[in-house]
């Protein structure tokens, strides 16, 4: 079982940055594809960035690109979100997911964290 949990959310203005963290509570961090998703209040979650388990392979959808950085520390079983250059419309729940390198699918999901970019 993979526990994930995520931190780092709030307000923040527009043009400006946070930083979300996901702790894994598992053994072998190593060998899970990490990805986080957001929610918006009247769409679909959406899958952001991910990564693969060794950080030597990302993907960003494309809406985000250039803005938001995707990193890992298997060492510290922490996967990180570096979000630059905040838009209004990067308002939403934020979620943390993991899923083995074998496997298509997420399987393990945080319990999400609320940014919300406004003045």
């Known amino acids: 079982q993979v526990q994930l949990v995520e931190s780092g959310g709030g307000l923040e203005q527009p043009g400006g940055s946070l930083r979300l963290s996901c702790a894994a509570s598992v053994r072998s961090f190593g060998s899970y594809h990490m990805g986080w998703f957001r929610q918006a209040p009247g769409k679909e979650r959406e899958l952001v960035v991910e990564i693969n388990w060794s950080g030597d392979t990302t993907y960003y959808t494309n809406s985000v690109k250039g803005r938001f950085t995707i990193s890992r520390d298997n060492a510290k079983n922490t996967v990180y979100l570096q979000m630059n250059s905040l838009k209004p419309e990067d308002t939403a729940v934020y979620y943390c997911?993991?899923?083995?390198?074998?496997?298509?699918?997420?399987?393990?999901w945080g319990q999400g964290t609320q940014v919300t970019v406004s003045s």
């Open positions: 997911a993991a899923r083995l390198s074998v496997r298509p699918e997420y399987e393990y």
